[in-house]
């Protein structure tokens, strides 16, 4: 766990100040209408960051997107992306979701709320389906202040409970959508049943 010194030490190094909770950028929803114009812009700005260097995996992120962030000026500096996952041990769907802010637009005190208006975005969007693609949002806390930050097993404010941790030693959780209930369980393949 690092202290409020560690979060600044951490902050020193991404080149981030101070916490300014001026919120710097619109939160737009574009879930399902990524078009050519926005593909563009996501690979220039994963690119010249250095988040997703290759514009060919870049683009196939792109279609993932669910909202994005705009400056001012109307410059992309965020995005949050989805994609439907099937974790092995919960054997339900969920969405895989990963946010990314521009270095200068981070420490403003909006990794949740921007969270927060995606999943509301997803949960729009399965609400409408006959049968919802996805019970809810699965994250894997990449991001070390992210995981410092938020050791509560329920974490009301971005409504997520602790489920274990990923392959890769990193904090997983979810949040289920409003009414979300368990898809049926597809029956196990019968040992020696063809693949
Ligand atoms: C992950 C990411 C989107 C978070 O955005 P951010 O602007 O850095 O985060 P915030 O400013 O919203 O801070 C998040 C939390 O950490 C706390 N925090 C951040 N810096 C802090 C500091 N110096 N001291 C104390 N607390 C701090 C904030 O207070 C906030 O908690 P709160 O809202 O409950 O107060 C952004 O850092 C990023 O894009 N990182 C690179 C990609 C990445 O790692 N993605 C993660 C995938 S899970």
């Given at each position: 766990m690092i202290g409020r010194r560690g979060f600044a030490e951490a902050r020193r190094r991404q080149g981030i100040a101070e916490l300014n909770t001026e919120v710097p950028f619109e939160i737009i929803p574009v879930w399902k209408q990524v078009d050519a114009g926005l593909t563009a812009e996501l690979v220039e700005l994963w690119g010249r960051t250095n988040a997703v260097p290759d514009p060919e995996r870049a683009a196939i992120r792109a279609r993932q997107a669910v909202c994005v962030a705009r400056s001012g000026d109307g410059?992309?500096?965020?995005?949050?992306?989805?994609?439907?996952?099937?974790?092995?041990?919960?054997?339900?769907?969920?969405?895989?979701?990963?946010?990314?802010?521009?270095?200068?637009?981070?420490?403003?005190?909006?990794?949740?709320?921007?969270?927060?208006?995606?999943?509301?975005?997803?949960?729009?969007?399965?609400?409408?389906?006959?049968?919802?693609?996805?019970?809810?949002?699965?994250?894997?806390?990449?991001?070390?202040?992210?995981?410092?930050?938020?050791?509560r097993a329920f974490e009301p404010a971005a409504d997520s409970a602790f489920i274990g941790y990923s392959p890769r030693g990193l904090q997983l959780r979810v949040s289920y959508f409003e009414g979300a209930t368990l898809h049926p369980l597809p029956p196990r393949p019968r040992p020696g049943a063809p693949a």
């Open positions: 410059a992309l500096c965020g995005v949050g992306t989805a994609v439907l996952s099937f974790p092995r041990r919960l054997r339900q769907p969920l969405y895989y979701y990963r946010q990314f802010f521009a270095p200068e637009f981070r420490g403003h005190k909006q990794a949740v709320p921007f969270f927060n208006r995606a999943r509301q975005v997803l949960q729009d969007y399965t609400a409408a389906q006959a049968t919802p693609e996805s019970i809810g949002v699965l994250l894997e806390l990449e991001n070390q202040l992210l995981s410092a930050r938020y050791t």
